[in-house]
């Protein structure tokens, strides 16, 4: 997988040196964080792309952030914060008997 996005390094240095238990930062260290950032990135967002996938969905949504999550034990550190996203509705057939077919606004 090709990543385009980069993490600003500078940024995370400066992160890392908001906390006061951290003293000076190697010049490698920032650059490692953004790697492993990535990394991490894509492993969520390719999860989350083949729960979504799995329901046919085109878009990747928060419920399937959700269930990456719950079904990969790697991401078990994000079950406390997920656990706020509401759970998908059931899918339900799409009635089209309520109007014309025009879009409301």
């Known amino acids: 997988i090709e990543v385009k ?8 240095k ?3 040196q908001a906390d006061e238990d951290v003293g000076k930062v190697s010049q490698v ?6 790697k492993a ?3 991490f990135m ?3 967002v390719t999860h989350s792309a083949t729960e979504a996938k799995s329901r046919s969905s085109k878009r990747v949504t928060a419920q399937h952030l959700k269930q990456a999550v719950l079904h990969d ?3 078990d550190f ?3 914060i997920v656990s706020k996203v509401p759970d998908a509705p059931p899918p339900t ?13």
């Open 5 to 12: 996005t980069k993490f600003p390094v500078a940024r995370i």
């Open 14 to 16: 400066r992160i890392m």
């Open 29 to 34: 260290v920032p650059p490692a964080v953004a």
């Open 37 to 39: 950032l990535e990394l």
């Open 42 to 44: 894509i492993a969520l």
């Open 73 to 75: 034990e790697k991401f």
């Open 78 to 80: 994000l079950t406390d």
């Open 93 to 105: 057939a799409k009635d089209d008997s309520e109007g014309d077919g025009k879009k409301k606004r």
